[in-house]
């Protein structure tokens, strides 16, 4: 049988200052555009932005 398609789908963030990723889940209902989040670049080692990738 296939699987159902869920409301949660996991995503990929990706920094805006490097190549560092982060994955992440979100609601499709309630976030069905691409995600922007500030989080914790240890590369850069700030906080900076990430943006949802295919």
């Not at 398609?5 to 992440?24: A, N």
């Not at 976030?31 to 922007?36: G, H, M, N, Y």
């Amino acid at each position: 049988m296939a699987k159902k398609k869920g409301v949660r789908v996991l995503i990929k963030m990706k920094s805006t200052e490097s190549g560092h990723m982060y994955l992440t889940e979100k609601n499709r209902r309630n976030d069905p555009q691409r995600l922007e989040m500030r989080r914790y670049d240890p590369f850069v080692r700030k906080h900076v932005i990430y943006r949802e990738t295919k």
